[in-house]
């Protein structure tokens, strides 16, 4: 099974509004990173968060981890029309590969 | 140009036929890892590389081969195809070495249809 999940499986909001999305996974990790797949294309890294860490920023995109409840959520401040993706978390938990949630459609209405 | 490139981009097939697809990288990288991608679902490792002499199966490798040619280039075959392997192939890199070493990079995919 994944080791990531995301919830909710689909959002959708009006541009200007703040999008969060959620992942929960279940064995301890060394990082978890989240990517973002316009539709049918290849995944893009959009930010990563060691385990030591709680919180971090990069531009637009604030991520929050919690180990001891084995979240993260991802918050996409001010959303455009442009963020319309999926995104998707994965686990790091051996340093060696990665495993993917299934993945939120977020869909940002102009 | 594109650092991780694949080929082809779609392909059609019939059940029972042999298929390769091919990933080439420009980005110098060690590790390299094939996925598949279901309508719906996250991705699942079927087999990567850390090394041209090294190849690891994935949670989902039955049905499939890979070859490391080189560093830069790393095929997946599926020896005779069948239709529940229809699904977007993705090939992806990293660097062990990097600043960012556990980020992943990905190529455009590959659209297979086993009819």
């Known amino acids: 099974s994944q080791q990531g999940e995301e919830d909710p499986q689909a959002l959708s909001i009006q541009e200007g509004e703040n999008a969060t999305m959620n992942c929960s996974y279940k064995?301890?990790?060394?990082?978890l990173q989240w990517y973002r797949q316009n539709s049918g294309r290849g995944l893009v890294h959009l930010i990563l968060?060691?385990?030591?860490?709680r919180e971090k920023h990069s531009g637009r995109l604030r991520v929050t981890l919690d180990t001891s409840k084995k979240s993260s959520s991802l918050l996409i401040t001010a959303s455009r029309a442009a963020d319309t993706a999926s995104y998707f978390c994965?686990?790091?938990?051996?340093?060696?590969?990665?495993?993917f949630g299934e993945g939120t459609q977020l869909t940002v209405n102009p | 140009d594109a650092d991780v490139t694949q080929t082809p981009r779609n392909r059609i097939t019939k059940t029972g036929k042999r298929i390769m697809l091919e990933c080439s990288q420009t980005?110098?990288?060690?590790?390299m890892y094939w996925y598949r991608q279901d309508p719906g679902l996250g991705l699942r490792l079927i087999y990567y590389?850390?090394?041209?002499?090294?190849?690891n199966k994935g949670e989902i490798s039955d049905g499939y081969s890979v070859s490391r040619q080189a560093q830069a280039k790393f095929s997946l075959s599926l020896e005779s195809a069948i239709p529940n392997q229809t699904a977007l192939y993705f090939c992806?890199?990293?660097?062990?070495?990097?600043?960012?070493?556990?980020?992943?990079?990905f190529g455009p995919g590959t659209r297979l249809l086993v009819l």
């Open positions: 992806a890199t990293s660097d062990p070495a990097g600043d960012g070493k556990e980020t992943q990079y």
């Open positions: 064995t301890s990790i060394n990082n």
């Open positions: 968060i060691r385990s030591n860490e």
């Open positions: 994965a686990t790091d938990a051996s340093g060696s590969r990665l495993t």
């Open positions: 980005k110098g990288h060690d590790r």
């Open positions: 590389s850390f090394d041209v002499k090294d190849i």
